[in-house]
């Protein structure tokens, strides 16, 4: 799954087209731009990013410069909350980050003195950021050799959005295409599918499918969610292999109307897993708790699925996915990602890290870890739009947070699981560490539910 997550960029990318555009617009023309709405817009992050490069300001702090520190209280359900990462990241992406104690306090040392937002987030709640009474962000400034207090940040708790009833006739599904598919792996793969689309809050979600094993007469599939970066079709082959040996595959793509809106994509994985273990996909697998698979960006979108359905999904699979949103950063300003050229302003898209943080820690399950189900990461390390240290870091997460984790580590360039006639041996191995994860994750689950 090497493919970036869908970002509605065509504007930014004609900017890109025009090298003179940047130097022939006043500065102060461009910052009327960017006040010109409270709320950052994608557009408006990445005009912001090539003037802050124009005028030289995205250079990381010296390691050896001064230092400040911050302190603070985290709160939940009016108590003081023990375990919440609370974070700050400078311009250029470079996050600093402390736990929170038993008190609810925390302490986070060798910050670089200027403005921070301050985001938090704890295993069961919310991503939250401090904010004022306009709901923008609450900067604190950090000063050298000093500490600031950055007051009392108060969280909320995660709770699942509503279903519309009457539950699931709301979702207007509709059965949109069936046929049979074929994989060139494993050998003489067949399975059936079902194209589907449903209606939540107006918009039309027309990538859910469902494959199933031809000819299977059992009245229970073990189910695998299938959250896929890119156009679920593009991903065919790779569903019809593991429906071919025995799975109902659920599989989802980002809808192409919901823009850079993570919670959004979520959202809509979570109504797919909802319509499925309701029986409204196919009895076989109602009821059923899947092993989630997502990769590169779109594991993003399943991280925050996971969070969102508590015990409903049994263990999950990240494949080159990403783990600290704020180190990733880092390193696309300091040069060492290779974005595809298409792509090469969706870090800066996403906006200033130190103003904006809580989308980036939306991004980022490494900081609320200890929440997360039995893992299982695949990652290779010639990886150069996602680095293998981003593995790294969320293994060694999982394992102090006692959240049991697998992993297969690789130096093959081949895609993620990429299923056609050029597959490599890495890319065989992966499918089958992956399909016997699924079992043993899933094994007697038509039996326990």
């Known amino acids: 799954m090497k493919s970036t997550f869908f970002v509605r960029l065509i ?20 910052c009327l731009a960017l006040l010109a709405s409270c709320t950052p817009t994608p557009t408006g992050n990445v005009l912001g990013y090539l003037l802050a490069k124009q005028l030289g300001q995205l250079t990381p702090a010296p390691p050896d410069g001064p230092r400040g520190a911050l302190t603070g209280l985290v709160m939940g359900e009016g108590a003081p909350l023990a375990g919440a990462s609370v974070v700050v990241a400078e311009r250029t992406g470079r996050p600093h980050a402390a736990l929170s104690g038993a008190d609810g306090r925390y302490r986070i040392e060798g910050i670089p003195p200027g403005q921070y937002a301050v985001a938090a987030v704890a295993p069961g709640f ?5 904010s004022n009474l306009f709901g923008m962000p609450d900067l604190v400034t950090i000063t050298a050799s000093q500490t600031t207090d950055a007051g009392v940040l108060q969280l909320t708790p995660l709770a699942p959005v509503p279903l519309p009833q009457p539950w699931p006739a709301s979702a207007h599904l509709q059965l949109t295409a069936s046929g049979v598919l074929t994989a060139p792996f494993p050998a003489g793969s067949v399975a059936t599918v079902q194209a589907y ?17 031809v000819g299977a ?53 979570r109504w797919a897993l909802l319509l499925a273990q309701s029986g409204a996909l196919s009895p076989q697998i109602k009821g059923g708790k899947p092993v989630a698979l997502g990769g590169s960006f779109s594991s993003a979108i399943l991280y925050q699925l996971v969070r969102r359905s508590g015990d409903a999904i049994a263990a999950w699979v990240t494949l080159g996915g990403v783990s600290d949103a704020f180190a990733g950063a880092e390193a696309f300003y300091r040069g060492e990602l290779e974005i595809p050229p298409q792509y090469e302003y969706l ?48 293994e060694a997460a999982l394992r102090t947070a006692g959240v049991p984790v697998e992993v297969y580590y690789y130096d093959d360039v081949s895609h993620y699981l990429q299923i056609d006639e050029r597959m490599s041996d890495a890319g065989r191995e992966m499918f089958d560490r992956t399909l016997d994860y699924a079992r043993r994750m899933r094994k007697g689950a038509c039996e326990s539910g």
Not at 126 to 130: N, P
Not at 197 to 213: H, K, N, Q
Not at 347 to 357: K, S, V, W
Not at 367 to 380: C, G, K, M, S, V
């Open 11 to 30: 504007f930014i990318r004609s900017i890109s087209t025009r090298s003179i555009f940047i130097r022939l617009i006043p500065a102060w023309l461009i």
């Open 197 to 213: 689309s449903f209606v939540r809050e107006g918009v039309l979600v027309d990538t859910l499918r469902l494959y199933l094993p």
């Open 217 to 269: 007469t059992t009245d229970c599939l073990p189910m695998l969610l299938m959250v896929y970066p890119t156009a679920v079709d593009l991903w065919e082959t790779v569903s019809v292999a593991f429906a071919a040996q025995g799975f109902g595959v659920v599989a989802i793509s980002p809808a192409a109307a919901r823009g850079t809106d993570i919670a959004a994509h979520a959202e809509d994985a």
């Open 347 to 394: 870090i800066p898209a996403l906006g200033m890290p130190n103003l904006y943080p809580l989308l980036f820690l939306r991004y980022s399950p490494l900081y609320a870890a200890a929440e997360l189900p039995p893992t299982l990461i695949i990652h290779t390390a010639a990886d150069r739009v996602i680095p293998i240290e981003q593995a790294y870091r969320l």
């Open 126 to 130: 919310a991503e939250q950021v401090v």
